[in-house]
């Protein structure tokens, strides 16, 4: 299995499957979400609309991810997580551990062979972006592995101080 970070647009990304840091709304937003729905056309919202008003009436729990097309994209998937807020009062590093593991999860169930993630709440949702990146590479390193037919875990930074986070993590990890 490989783990890479490069620096780049995740909309861009040859891939099964993209993980988009989403709201639990699932009706778009900014960041990481605007760019995926304006680059995959309408079907995506279409698609999480849809799931709104069936499997998940009250939004997508945090922590939760779901998969949708992927519309005009290059990848088949979109995999729709919702990281938590940043908290300095609060430790919610198992619910930004749980996004990444319940959407590796997800990758599996559609049968990805290469996923690729964002800095999942380390834009507007304020996490600082060393612990993100701590917590991304530790729960994709443990949890991949067991994902099948998975071969490629992609993190798609996209700052050169989220690639430098991302990839010092990963070096440290895979030492
Ligand atoms: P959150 O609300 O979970 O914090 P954001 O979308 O605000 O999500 O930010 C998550 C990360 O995604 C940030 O590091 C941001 O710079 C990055 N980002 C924004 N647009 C893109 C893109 N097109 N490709 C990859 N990463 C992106």
């Not at 780049?8 to 988009?20: E, F, M, P, R």
């Not at 937003?29 to 849809?50: F, K, M, Q, S, T």
Request: net charge negative; aromatic share 6%; glycine share 12%.
């Amino acid at each position: 299995m490989r783990f890479e970070a490069v620096l780049g647009d995740i909309t861009l990304q040859q891939v099964d499957a993209i993980v988009n840091a989403a709201n639990s709304t699932l009706f778009g937003g900014g960041g990481v979400d605007g760019a995926i729905h304006r680059a995959g056309g309408p079907e995506i919202l279409a698609a999480c609309r849809a799931l709104r008003e069936t499997v998940y009436p009250d939004g997508l729990p945090t922590g939760d991810a779901v998969a949708t097309t992927a519309g005009l994209l290059s990848a088949e998937h979109v995999i729709h997580t919702v990281g938590p807020v940043w908290s300095s009062l609060e430790d919610r590093t198992p619910l930004l551990a749980g996004a990444y593991a319940r959407s590796l999860a997800v990758a599996g169930e559609v049968g990805a062979a290469s996923i690729a993630f964002p800095a999942v709440s380390a834009g507007v949702y304020g996490w600082p972006m060393d612990d993100a990146a701590r917590i991304a590479v530790a729960t994709t390193l443990r949890n991949a592995p067991a994902v099948p037919g998975l071969g490629i875990v992609r993190y798609v930074l996209f700052s050169e101080r989220a690639l430098d986070a991302f990839s010092g993590m990963l070096s440290d990890a895979t030492l």
